[in-house]
Structures are given as structure tokens and as C-alpha cells.
């Protein structure tokens, strides 16, 4: 199917549905499906929060009145007890609608259910999911690079993943969610654009496998917009298409290479 069309409308009607949906995410999505109260802002968690991007999308999300959550990294956090709260399932949600912040190790498939689990008791659902494409180094070359930071990337790598499965669990338990994708801009260090194509190779194909006609499953991308450009262009393109439509690539022009381009038509 091309990148540009909708999901799923040549799906037969008899065709299987993913079975995402496994132990306690099942149980506590179909209590919080009848729980969940009836004009409650929406819950959005938003990954890699301690990246500018990630603090961006946070606050223009923020401003919207939603209840967001931003899921940094547990290895970068410095937030002792809220770490030991999200593994513990003791989280309560801010009584002023403030972002919270939920700590996660990207490499463990235990710390990803864990989240969403704590954001679920938090906030008794979640409506959306943003996931950031993880950093993975800024080396140039690649015989720079230490074995150790090499592995360090391919398993930060498997956190998309690990959160993508989880939240599928969670929005085909209610049939409803929205689940996006967003991948970086391009860069000159040649591991960041394998693990790149990695992330979008994922996102593509959970685009196109979507069944369920009340999940929105979209992508974002970058052609070397600033972060607050992006995140400006992610939180405007969510208001007026991506929770409407599904399997979508949304593409974030530079704002730099727009006005040079301007420029050149007039000369």
C-alpha cells in the first residue's frame, strides 16, 4: 500500500485481528473502559520528554488542556522517586493538569507495560501515544564509536517497540486510540540513519497493518525543521487531520528551506 493512503480499506472483512492484547493490560483496559468519565481531558504520553522536541510537543500539548504525561529516559532521569513510583504503580495524577513525568528504560519490554499501566491508574486511560524516534549517539563516522555505545543503540533502539505493542494492547482493548509515529530529520552519523530507517521501516508497517476502524495509526517526519518548528507543525497537523485520518505520513518542511525556496522563485 502507498505511503500516502489510508489503512485498512482493503482489509476483507473476515481478516484476523493483531492479537496485541495480552495479561493485565487486557484486564485493567476493559475495567477502565467503563470507568473511564465522560468528559475527561484526553491522556496523551509523549516519549523522549527530556529531548528539546519532546519538551516542545509537551508544553503545546499542555496548553491545550490535555493530560500529558512525558516518558524520559530512567537512565537520564534524576527523579529518584518518581522512578521508584512508576515501577511501583503508585503514581497519582497532578491535581492542577500539570505534565507528569514517568521514567522508562527503553530497553526493557517490563518497564514499557509498567508505564503504561501507571499512566492507566493515573488516569484511568490513555487516548494517545507519541512516540519519539529514541537518539542513538551523534558520531560522525562509525569506526569512532565503541562497541559498547553500538549496543547501547540497537537495544535503546527496541523501546518503539516495546511501547508500540503495549499501547496497540491498550487501544484495541477500547477500539479507540491514536498512536503516532516520529521520526527525526536526516543525520551524518551512519549508525543514527540505519537505526532511522529501522524506526521508520516499524512505522510504516504499523500504518499499514492497522484493523480496528477506531485506531488512528499516522506518522510524522522531518525535513530538517527546527524542534520548536516540528513540534509547532505535529501539535497543528493533530487538531486538524491525525486524529481524524489513518495510515498517513505527515512531512514537516524546514522553515529555512521554505523561505529560500521563495527566495529563488523570485529571482
Aim: hydrophobic share 40%; with cysteine; glycine share 8%.
Amino acid at each position: 500500500m502507498p505511503p500516502n493512503t489510508v489503512a485498512g480499506e482493503n482489509n476483507s472483512h473476515g481478516s484476523a485481528r493483531p492479537q496485541y492484547l495480552h495479561g493485565s493490560i487486557r484486564a485493567l483496559t476493559a475495567q477502565c473502559s467503563h470507568d473511564r468519565m465522560i468528559g475527561m481531558p484526553r491522556t496523551v504520553l509523549v516519549t523522549e520528554g527530556d529531548s528539546q522536541l519532546g519538551a516542545a510537543l509537551t508544553r503545546l500539548l499542555s496548553a491545550r488542556g490535555l493530560s500529558v504525561v512525558k516518558i524520559v529516559s530512567a537512565l537520564s532521569s534524576q527523579t529518584g522517586a518518581a522512578a521508584a513510583a512508576a515501577e511501583s504503580g503508585a503514581g497519582r495524577a497532578p491535581a492542577d493538569r500539570s505534565p507528569s513525568t514517568v521514567p522508562w528504560n527503553r530497553r526493557s519490554p517490563l518497564s514499557a507495560r509498567t508505564v503504561l499501566l501507571n499512566v492507566v491508574n493515573m488516569f484511568d486511560a490513555v487516548d494517545e501515544v507519541l512516540i519519539l524516534e529514541p537518539p542513538c549517539g551523534t558520531h560522525p563516522t562509525l569506526h569512532d564509536m565503541s562497541s559498547v555505545e553500538i549496543e547501547r543503540a540497537f537495544d535503546d533502539a527496541k523501546g518503539p517497540v516495546f511501547l508500540a505493542r503495549e499501547a496497540l494492547a491498550h487501544f484495541l482493548g477500547r477500539h479507540t486510540g491514536v498512536l503516532c509515529m516520529v521520526s527525526m530529520g536526516a543525520s551524518s552519523s551512519p549508525l543514527e540513519n540505519g537505526m532511522r530507517e529501522c524506526f521508520r521501516g516499524l512505522s510504516s508497517s504499523l500504518l499499514t497493518a492497522n484493523a480496528d476502524p477506531g485506531i488512528v495509526i499516522n506518522g510524522f517526519q522531518s525535513g530538517g525543521a527546527q524542534p520548536e518548528e516540528y513540534a509547532a507543525f505535529i501539535d497543528k497537523m493533530l487538531e486538524e487531520k491525525a486524529r481524524k485520518i489513518t495510515g498517513r505520513w505527515f512531512t514537516c518542511p524546514s522553515r529555512s528551506g521554505f523561505l529560500q525556496g521563495m527566495k529563488s522563485k523570485k529571482a
